[in-house]
């Protein structure tokens, strides 16, 4: 079956640290993206990636970093300078075609304590 | 005033209910509009997707988009607790450029 796998699902980690975030698609999609959801804040975009090896900051990039070195891929990493780290990521994918719609994975919860 | 303007709820409806969500935009360029469904603690899934205006309908979903009054709107008929989730609206205009989102609605359908 064609989808998005992020993993893992929880994640902990302790003030100070980074975290790698991973995200795997087997669409074929070339563009892909991250988005991170805080209760009543919605989706925001935190980066997105039209093509490999090339990318592009949304909204809240600050605090983040990514690759995108194979298609399938796109790991999102938290670094310490995130100040509030603490929420729910999605990694998504479309084609990158006018109006194309993303396609979501599961999300992983991160917690930082 | 935001690009999309989403009432978050909770909707709270008795199961057989018809459901109406409800989404405004200000950007006129908009031209391709989704509407994604959301369960607690899983990523949204693609519920409906309408280009331009008018209507579509999947089942007990129809989607309505009225570019005219900038307004879109999804309805669920004969609502049943599996149901019961946050729904979000998407759109994007003709150009190649990310999709703006709505903060979601909650809907609670009780039996």
């Known amino acids: 079956d064609g989808g998005i796998t992020q993993s893992p699902k929880y994640l902990f980690r302790k003030e100070g640290q980074n975290v790698t975030l991973s995200c795997e698609q087997n669409?074929?999609?070339?563009?892909m993206y991250w988005y991170r959801q805080d209760p009543g804040q919605g989706l925001r975009l935190i980066y997105y990636s039209q093509i490999v090896n090339d990318f592009q900051k949304g909204d809240i990039a600050e605090g983040y970093s990514v690759s995108r070195e194979k298609k399938e891929s796109f790991p999102l990493t938290v670094t310490s300078a995130q100040k509030n780290p603490t929420a729910f990521y999605l990694c998504?994918?479309?084609?990158?075609?006018?109006?194309?719609?993303?396609?979501f994975g599961n999300g992983t919860r991160l917690t930082v304590t | 005033q935001k690009e999309v303007e989403q009432d978050p709820g909770p909707l709270s409806v008795p199961e057989g209910a018809i459901v109406s969500l409800n989404c405004t935009y200000s950007?006129?360029?908009?031209?391709?509009f989704m509407w994604y469904r959301q369960y607690s603690r899983k990523g949204p899934e693609l519920l409906m997707y309408t280009y331009s205006s008018g209507n579509k309908e999947d089942g007990r979903f129809t989607a309505q988009v009225d570019k005219s009054s900038k307004y879109i709107s999804l309805f669920i008929r004969d609502s049943q607790p599996s149901d019961s989730a946050t729904y979000l609206c998407?759109?994007?205009?003709?150009?190649?450029?990310?999709?703006?989102f709505g903060k979601g609605t909650m809907l609670l359908v009780s039996p």
């Open positions: 950007n006129s360029a908009f031209q391709y």
């Open positions: 998504a994918s479309s084609s990158w075609d006018r109006g194309s719609p993303l396609h």
């Open positions: 669409l074929n999609h070339d563009a």
């Open positions: 998407a759109m994007t205009g003709s150009g190649y450029s990310t999709l703006t």
